[in-house]
């Protein structure tokens, strides 16, 4: 399409990257500018098990905190193997289902899936739900786009965990009385809904702890 100045836009994706670059020739002279997903630090991707044959990932997050609580909201996408590059699929990574996913079973040792931000941002902990290795050791990786080319962030050594578990990379390390949990243990017939839930160090509620 024609710009403001007589020049035109291009868009067009950079090597692997979910990447669009802007290019004008305003007064016959031409220039490159990156749009926010193609500049260094923009996408970040989790690889897939190294050992995989089979790869879904129900659930993706991306935090910029080491203990993952400070939350990165982008756009999912993936590929690699043989799984279906199509953003209605990509988002089901992102719909708060983990009974649904995207998934990868040719070749599945070479998928990622990732997210691209509309800014330039620092990935420290990724929460993943899926489904790979059922047993042994694997390896996955944490790459970010440098604006030409992917690059090793993080090398995560991990052991199968069951399907549907949630997992932090890097692995938090959970010491005794670290984690608490309220179960409720009572027969009821409609669904359970809890709108908001604090733990206190006191008898008397008046110290609140803080978690995630």
């Known amino acids: 399409p024609a710009s403001p100045k007589g020049g035109h836009v291009n868009l067009r994706l950079q090597g692997e990257g979910i990447c669009s670059s802007l290019e004008t020739t305003p007064d016959d002279s031409s220039s490159d500018l990156w749009l926010p997903s193609c500049a260094p630090n923009t996408q970040w991707r989790l690889t897939a098990p190294s050992t995989a044959s089979f790869w879904a990932v129900h659930e993706l997050e991306f935090f910029q905190d080491e203990s993952c609580s ?49 800014r330039s941002v620092k990935v420290l902990c990724v929460g993943v739900v899926q489904t790979g290795p059922s047993s042994g050791d694997f390896r996955q ?7 030409t080319s992917w690059a090793l962030s993080q090398d995560f050594s991990l052991k199968a965990a069951p399907g549907g578990t949630k997992q932090y990379l890097p692995e938090r390390q959970t010491d005794e009385g670290s984690q608490w ?17 604090r733990f206190h160090g006191d008898a008397n509620c008046g110290s609140t702890l803080a978690g995630t």
């Open 181 to 197: 949990r309220l179960v409720n243990d009572a027969e009821i017939k409609a669904a359970w809904a809890v709108y908001e839930v």
């Open 141 to 147: 990786g944490l790459e970010s786009w440098n604006g």
């Open 70 to 118: 400070e939350i990165l909201f982008g756009v999912a996408f993936a590929g690699g193997g043989s799984g279906v590059n199509q953003p209605a699929h990509w988002q089901r990574m992102q719909d708060g289902d983990t009974g649904s996913a995207w998934s990868v079973s040719m070749n599945a040792s070479n998928a990622w899936a990732g997210a691209t931000f509309n």
